[in-house]
């Protein structure tokens, strides 16, 4: 016999997941309800008039794909690009690839727009790749990128993206909940995200979006959509048809869809203008102490995600001896480099519940500790003094 599942408890400050929200854990406890009964009907109706009030749009095919964000950005591609199908994925990262790699295991033809890892990608290279490719299907870009805590900018990406008559993919993994996506107002086609980061939500649903012109594209394939889990016109007479006429497609995570409607009721609550000025407010915090304890940023100014802030591990310190020290002594968990920055920087998630003031002043503290101990020569206390000069401000 196993013993009873007891898990240590986890300050959660990497990439994902963030902390869950405790009325979104209670949720999940919610007795099951058949996928097509009526009550839970009428959760699934709940759950998608938020999430569009989340992403910031009206589009009608918008719902929570089953899996996590990765089966968010499948469905997204996997919908729209068909073999010969031209697409500009723009890569300053790991998921940036990721991307690429899917559209062209879905036949579409790629071309890459790269930027060094913690840099955004300029309009003007977008547009210069654009232009390259004679009819343009789709153009793609992570908005919140998680291996660099780059936020990249949309709204010239956008525009450049219509006159060639694309559709604009919007990667929002990690920015969804904690900065603005604005989907109607930016002209965004085809956004995704997840619900492990700032909707602070257990992992398992990726919600994503389309425009009426991206319906129209779905509508109007010349082959097939390659998933039938993922196919958007089958889901869509699920998540759309009428109560007495939805059409069984699988058996959608019940609980997960209960715990992602009370998770938006909580976004809501706060006020995204509120959500997003508190995630801003402790990045400039936490920044703040990581300079002055010699921890520079590997993102570029300008730029930099609020919700991630990725760090330069000084000359001398061991990535893992420190990561494992945070989780034995203190219960806290950072995130390692990936690709490029792998084991060359640290990935502090700020992310929904998480970002607090109480969780940068205990990761800055700690980390100031053990920096010293391996002996890193800094100003003891410096890191929570210049903390604290932000929050005072």
């Known amino acids: 016999m196993y013993d009873e599942l007891i898990v240590s408890p986890r300050v959660l400050l990497g990439p994902g997941p963030s902390e869950a929200n405790a009325r979104v854990l209670k949720a999940m406890t919610t007795p099951m309800l058949g996928y097509l009964d009526t009550e839970f009907v009428q959760v699934m109706d709940d759950t998608v008039g938020l999430l569009r009030r989340v992403f910031g749009t009206e589009n009608r095919l918008t719902l929570p794909v089953s899996g996590t964000g990765t089966a968010g950005m499948e469905a997204a591609l996997a ?12 890569v300053k990262g790991y998921f940036g690839e990721r991307i690429a790699d899917i559209a062209a295991r879905c036949g579409g033809v790629v071309t890459k727009v790269e930027a060094e890892w913690g840099t955004h990608i300029p309009a003007e290279k977008i547009a210069e790749a654009v232009a390259k490719v004679s009819t343009p299907k789709l153009v793609a870009l992570v908005h919140g990128e998680t291996s660099t805590g780059v936020l990249q900018p949309l709204k010239d990406a956008v525009e450049i993206t219509h006159q060639s008559g694309a559709l604009f993919l919007a990667d929002c993994v990690t920015s969804l909940g904690g900065q603005p996506v604005d989907m109607d107002a930016l002209g965004i086609d085809i956004a995704y995200s997840c619900t492990q980061k700032c909707l602070a939500g257990p992992p398992g649903l990726s919600p994503i979006s389309f425009s009426d012109r991206a319906v129209a594209v779905i509508r109007n394939r010349k082959t ?14 699920y998540w759309h048809g009428e109560k007495e006429q939805r059409r069984y ?53 300008g730029y930099r995600a609020p919700m991630l802030t990725t760090l330069h591990i000084p000359d001398g310190i061991d990535d893992a001896t420190i990561r494992t020290r945070l989780i034995d002594d203190y219960g806290i968990e950072i995130g390692a480099g990936l690709g490029v920055f792998a084991g ?30 391996s002996g890193h020569r800094v100003e003891r206390g410096a890191a929570v003094h210049a903390a604290a000069q932000v929050y005072s401000a």
């Open 224 to 237: 097939p959509i390659q998933s039938f889990y993922l196919d958007m016109t089958l889901l869509e007479n």
């Open 249 to 301: 497609h699988h058996t959608v995570s019940i609980s997960l869809i209960y715990a992602l409607r009370e998770a938006l009721r909580v976004v809501l609550e706060e006020g995204l203008d509120v959500r997003y000025k508190r995630h801003v407010h402790n990045a400039r915090a936490l920044l703040a102490g990581a300079k002055a304890i010699d921890l520079q940023p590997a993102a570029e100014e």
């Open 79 to 90: 919908n729209v690009v068909e073999p010969g199908d031209g697409v500009v994925v723009g």
């Open 344 to 373: 060359k920087a640290w990935r502090i998630g700020l992310m929904g519940e998480s970002s607090n003031e109480k969780n940068v002043m205990l990761v800055l503290s700690a980390l100031e500790k053990l920096l010293i101990a």
